[in-house]
Nanobody, 122 residues
């Protein structure tokens, strides 16, 4: 099992920056890909960014150029640096991880954190 705990959420103004962090514990040696998802009120959960153990990354078009995902395999953490935040970035942000080799995007049956709220005011 892998446990994930997010931190760093908060309320900021449009144009500000925020950094989210996710700490993994447990069988962390087995983790292949880690990701950030978000869910806004009344909307489906959507993928924001992923990073594999090899450092390959993927970004949703809506955040490309503004968000950066990074991973520290030694510390078992994955961060999401969010710049130029917009009101539409307001959501609960979830950290997710999968131990299935080759699976870039964690599924709902993989490991998930409890989420952290990000609110961007205009």
């Amino acid at each position: 099992q892998v446990q994930l705990v997010e931190s760093g959420g908060g309320t900021v103004q449009a144009g500000d920056s925020l950094r989210l962090s996710c700490a993994a514990s447990g069988r962390t040696f087995s983790v292949y890909s880690m990701a950030w998802f978000r869910q806004a009120p009344g909307k489906q959960r959507e993928l924001v960014a992923t990073i594999t153990s090899y450092g390959s990354t993927y970004y949703a078009d809506s955040v490309k150029g503004r968000f950066t995902i990074s991973r520290d395999n030694a510390k078992n953490t994955v961060d999401l640096q969010m710049n130029s935040l917009k009101p539409e970035d307001t959501a609960v942000y979830y950290c997710a991880a999968t131990s299935k080799y080759g699976r870039t995007v964690p599924s709902m049956s993989d490991y998930w954190g409890q989420g952290t709220q990000v609110t961007v005011s205009s």
